[in-house]
């Protein structure tokens, strides 16, 4: 697509005077934050305080507006459950798969209308009034656009079936006839009513035939004299050719018989059958398609394509989709006048009636305030074949760059994002890379969210961003003190490292209190303690703990020794081990000996390590503490070796 030729768009700040004080400011993914800086313009050089404020500029403000949320969130299924039946049709039942695509989508914008709608009813509040009828009107023109895109380009109905499909468009679409309706048939005489033949007219001119037939039976009851006229235009009326889906009649055939309906209709006029009443000889010159008469009547169509359809019905019943761009532009040219020029609306209908359809999605893109249209739209006509090879200059096709720019859009939402996942996932090309970019901005606020935001990339197995975020969370809990929350992030994380930092603030804590929290995480590691030996050893310690306490001492016994001669204890706590054994080495009962001799001898010689490490770093003075546990445990172990000694001779000699 080319470069767009249009004005950009200047957003004005509250507050902030650019003129007298520079600006600063940093874009993020969403959003821009911008302040003010205490330099100032040349002719400004006085100094006054600066603007203490921080201002929030939103890329996307419309991911915030209630209703358009809904939109959001309701479209998400249509998008994913359009995506997961690609290509399982063809033909026929393919494209009427695609077509109720497009009514659903259709139907979620006029719900999403419809709230507004109410909204703005119920609202005391004028600005909020003015802000729900805004959203009304943009919805409005929404599905008015997506609909005649369905029709044109999705649909795609042969001639004759195409201009039913354009009439139930412009029913649909321009309902104000239905207020009157109620007005006329509400009085006593309905015929009377001020706006009796304009409610018929418009009946008329949308092709709405039965209707229009049965209010020209009120005039034919209530005025006697134009009965006979009335019995004439009502035939006339029933009479008229049309082509229904279910008719097995040829376009010829079509034709031929609306070419003598068309005489009849000519016949009658020229006879002057209705010359004594204004308001028939009108309705019969909108029957032949008379455009002088069509114009007169342009304020009760009240918009151009209105007046394309009904002039389409009336002179070109068998029009084809390669013709209708010629009547198009010759239908605005002439509703307008040239007493007004063509809004964007008109300007992206007209793109749809020449099918452009890369001119219908560049006309939307500037018109409309967020990229859910664009990109919806975009993804649904790629489903029908209708967009060819489209790349854009840096590399994506056209879809895949609306859907990313929808779904960016969306990340910068605190619950939204979990949608534009989905988004990036149908996007094959930058679709990973964007969402691993997006995905490590969300604030991790909390361990719930933390957890949401780390399902989504252990499923598309995005290795560095469930490192990162377990790392974040990790860090979070020890700030917070909350060691169990810690390692459980770590381990999650196989951060080795991080898993040995936090096995030492746990034992430290354990120095500190002579226990240990968050005993269940503890006793429940299993193979995840073998990610770090810190944390192996912390396992293992606790595991010895448990055994003491259920009186398994020969197992715990073992276990002690072997985490003192494994040496995966980091120094500082041998000392605390060797204090462990102390109740193992007497006890009460004088039979038992728990420690064997050769284990007695390893228990002796990490004492030694220890004390000769204690020497060399620190000298050990005679009233401390340390030295008190140093002779305890050597009377200890000796007594243990003597009474070793013992038992185990006593066991050969037998």
């Known amino acids: 697509m080319e470069e767009l030729d249009v004005e950009l768009?200047?957003?004005?700040?509250?507050?902030?005077?650019?003129?007298?004080?520079?600006?600063?400011f940093e874009w993020g993914p969403g959003e821009m934050l911008v302040c003010e800086t205490l330099l100032g313009s040349a002719e400004h050089k006085e100094?006054?305080?600066g603007c203490p404020n921080i201002y929030v500029v939103r890329k996307d403000q419309d991911v915030?507006?209630?209703?358009?949320?809904?939109?959001?969130?309701e479209s998400h299924g249509i998008f994913v459950g359009l995506q997961k039946d690609e290509k399982e049709k063809s033909g026929k039942s393919r494209t009427a798969q695609l077509v109720r695509v497009s009514k659903n989508y259709r139907s979620v914008i006029r719900a999403c209308m419809e709230d507004s709608h109410q909204m703005a009813i119920s609202t005391r509040d004028p600005v909020m009034h003015m802000q729900h009828s805004t959203q009304v009107s943009i919805l409005s023109a929404?599905?008015?656009?997506?609909?005649?895109?369905?029709?044109?380009?999705?649909?795609?109905?042969?001639?004759?079936?195409?201009l039913r499909h354009l009439l139930d468009w412009v029913r649909l679409h321009v309902c104000e006839v239905d207020n009157m309706v109620c007005e006329v048939l509400r009085n006593d005489n309905p015929a009377n009513h001020e706006n009796f033949w304009n409610v018929i007219t418009i009946f008329v001119l949308q092709g709405r035939m039965d209707e229009a037939r049965q209010l020209l039976s009120k005039e034919a009851n209530t005025n006697p004299a134009s009965v006979n006229m009335c019995k004439i235009l009502d035939d006339l009326m029933k009479k008229m050719?049309?082509?229904?889906?279910?008719?097995?009649?040829?376009l010829t055939e079509m034709e031929l018989k609306w070419q003598h309906w068309h005489e009849d209709c000519q016949r009658f006029l020229q006879d002057g059958t209705f010359v004594s009443n204004q308001h028939m000889e009108t309705l019969c010159k909108i029957l032949l398609g008379d455009e002088t008469t069509l114009l007169e009547k342009k304020d009760l169509m009240s918009t151009w394509y209105h007046f394309l359809v009904t002039r389409l019905l009336y002179c070109h019943p068998t029009v084809k989709h390669v013709e209708l761009h010629l009547y198009a532009q010759s239908s605005l040219d002439l509703f307008l006048g040239g007493e007004s020029s063509p809004e964007p609306l008109d300007s992206i209908l007209l793109a749809a009636f020449e099918f452009d359809i890369h001119q219908v999605i560049k006309e939307c893109s500037i018109a409309l305030s967020n990229w859910w249209f664009v990109s919806h739209l975009t993804d649904l006509l790629d489903h029908c074949n209708l967009l060819q090879s489209h790349n854009l200059y840096f590399g994506s096709n056209m879809r895949e760059y609306l859907l990313l720019e929808y779904a960016s859009g969306l990340f910068s939402h605190h619950s939204l994002w979990q949608l534009a996942v989905d988004y990036f996932d149908y996007c094959p090309e930058y679709g990973r890379a964007y969402l691993e970019l997006h995905i490590e901005r969300i604030p991790l606020d909390t361990e719930h969210k933390a957890r949401k935001v780390l399902r989504v990339c252990e499923q598309r197995m995005m290795t560095e961003q469930v490192r990162s975020i377990c790392k974040i969370m990790a860090m979070k809990a020890v700030r917070n003190n909350r060691l169990g929350s810690a390692l459980s992030w770590s381990i999650r994380a196989k951060d080795a490292a991080f898993a040995t930092l936090i096995s030492d603030r746990f034992l430290?804590?354990?120095?500190?209190?002579?226990?240990?929290?968050?005993l269940d995480l503890i006793d429940n590691l299993g193979s995840s303690m073998l990610i770090s030996d810190r944390l192996t050893f912390l396992g293992k310690y606790r595991e010895f703990h448990r055994l003491y306490g259920e009186e398994q001492f020969f197992a715990a016994a073992k276990l002690l020794l072997m985490l003192m001669t494994a040496r995966i204890a980091p120094c500082s706590f041998w000392m605390t081990l060797l204090t462990d054994a102390l109740p193992l080495l007497e006890q009460k009962e004088a039979s038992?000996?728990?420690?064997?001799?050769?284990?007695?001898?390893?228990l002796m010689k990490c004492l030694e390590d220890v004390t000769a490490t204690k020497s060399k770093n620190q000298k050990l003075q005679d009233d401390d503490t340390e030295t008190i546990k140093v002779e305890m445990l050597r009377l200890a172990l000796a007594r243990n070796l003597a009474r070793a000694i013992v038992k185990e001779g006593t066991v050969e000699d037998a």
């Open 241 to 250: 050719p049309v082509i229904s889906p279910g008719n097995t009649q040829t």
């Open 47 to 49: 100094k006054r305080p």
């Open 9 to 24: 768009q200047v957003t004005l700040i509250p507050g902030v005077d650019p003129d007298n004080r520079q600006l600063c």
């Open 142 to 162: 929404m599905e008015l656009i997506w609909n005649l895109c369905e029709i044109m380009f999705i649909e795609a109905a042969p001639a004759g079936l195409l």
């Open 64 to 73: 915030y507006s209630q209703t358009l949320r809904k939109l959001f969130n």
């Open 592 to 602: 038992w000996v728990i420690f064997s001799a050769d284990q007695t001898y390893e």
């Open 508 to 518: 430290k804590d354990y120095c500190e209190r002579g226990t240990f929290s968050d």
